[in-house]
């Protein structure tokens, strides 16, 4: 009679595992380190597509205003608090990094959009509180939540023509009673503003490309200056 043996086989399957979503919080460096860098952010991790850039007291000395993006980067959403690094005149800003006389680095913002609904002003902000001035890329519909804070621009977004704030089709729904203030030469390009609430302004060259953009259900101020 033959012997059948009967081997068992075990293989080990790799466990496909997708990192939960997180606060990413700023840490308190200077502007040699670049917003790629891993130093910049607490935990040693920048903050990845689905993750949540935050600005909070972390952020404690003012000369820390502002910060590169080093490349291109892609953030969920971005919420600030109460940062401490906040330049009297421009505020905070995340900005682009400038090789050649070049600015590089496109910054694609997620589904979580702007939250500045608790950020909370340090004393003397009247000029800028949070800027952005690198370019901008959507990849989802969402929220810019803007209160009316001290600082005469709330949210500001500022730049040349190479740094370009393109909806890529989606809608921006701008909400709070705040300023949201596009400032430079720069283009709104590819999708729709809903104002909600507060004031809009369009200053100095920023351009809405025609066919373009749309700026849809005013139901607050919009002002060209």
């Known amino acids: 009679m033959k012997r059948h043996h009967l081997f068992s086989l075990t293989l080990p399957i790799a466990a496909l595992t997708t990192l939960p979503a997180a606060d990413i919080v700023k840490t308190d460096n200077g502007i040699a380190a670049f917003l790629t860098d891993a130093a910049s952010w607490s935990g040693g991790v920048p903050p990845g597509p689905d993750d949540t850039a935050v600005f909070d007291a972390t952020l404690a000395t003012p000369a820390n205003s502002?910060?590169?993006?080093?490349?291109?980067?892609?953030?969920?959403?971005?919420?600030?608090?109460d940062p401490k690094a906040v330049n009297v005149t421009s505020g905070y800003t995340v900005s682009a990094q400038v090789s050649a006389g070049v600015h590089t680095g496109t910054l694609t913002l997620g589904a979580g959009g702007i939250d500045l609904s608790q950020a909370v002003a340090p004393a003397g902000v009247t000029n800028a509180f949070f800027g952005v001035g690198c370019a901008l890329k959507l990849a989802a519909d969402q929220t810019w939540a803007v209160p009316n804070l001290p600082a005469a621009h709330d949210l500001a977004f500022s730049g040349s023509a190479n740094r370009p704030v393109d909806f890529g089709g989606f809608t921006v729904a701008k909400s709070g009673a705040g300023r949201l203030t596009l400032n430079g030469a720069n283009v709104l390009t590819h999708g729709t503003l809903d104002v909600q609430g507060g004031e809009v302004f369009l200053v100095n060259t920023f351009s809405v490309t025609t066919n373009t953009t749309s700026v849809g259900r005013l139901g607050a101020d919009l002002t060209v200056k």
Not at 67 to 75: P, Y
């Open 66 to 81: 502002q910060h590169r993006l080093g490349g291109d980067m892609a953030w969920g959403g971005i919420r600030v608090l």
